[in-house]
């Protein structure tokens, strides 16, 4: 690992990509912007939530809608076929399972977009209504120290 003044260095020649660690071959260490959950620098000029956050609520999103969906389509769908479908047992599931994997795959991908627009309303709502609290404790503590300011000092009769 480096030290401040080595990753300020290679901040200006932008080669934060050789960094040696303190064992070699275990890879690079992490930058800490990276690790922040938001991306002022986006091409829209918007704050977005990082790559590494938004790939991952993409992935748990995708796994969670197509788990509960298999769930929901095996609990409602396949009996609902069974009742519809007269034969052996095997036919309803045959029928059955590609409406259920259609809507399976249907509802991972809509998890897979619904949860990192959602993680990205959550953070920066977050954040504004952080930032927001702080200005306004900031303009709340600059007005009482004004007041306190103003009568602490002594008037000047001219």
């Not at 095996?74 to 409406?99: A, D, M, S, Y």
């Not at 954040?127 to 120290?145: F, M, N």
Request: net charge positive; glycine share 10%.
């Amino acid at each position: 690992m480096g030290t401040r003044e080595v990753y300020e260095e290679k901040l200006r020649r932008g080669n934060l990509e050789h960094d040696p660690t303190i064992n070699p071959g275990l890879g690079n260490p992490r930058c800490p912007r990276c690790l922040s959950l938001l991306n002022p620098h986006s091409e829209n000029e918007e704050w977005t939530i990082t790559s590494v956050l938004h790939d991952a609520t993409a992935v748990a999103g995708r796994g969670t809608g197509g788990m509960l969906s298999a769930i929901h389509g095996f609990n409602t769908g396949i009996p609902f076929v069974q009742k519809h479908v007269k034969g052996p047992k095997w036919l309803p599931f045959i029928i059955g399972v590609p409406p259920l994997l259609i809507f399976s795959a249907a509802s991972a991908v809509f998890g897979g977009y619904a949860l990192p627009k959602f993680t990205q309303l959550t953070v920066t709502s977050y954040y504004a209504a952080s930032s927001a609290s702080h200005y306004g404790i900031s303009l709340l503590t600059r007005r009482i120290e004004e007041a306190n300011t103003s009568h602490s000092q002594p008037k000047r009769n001219r």
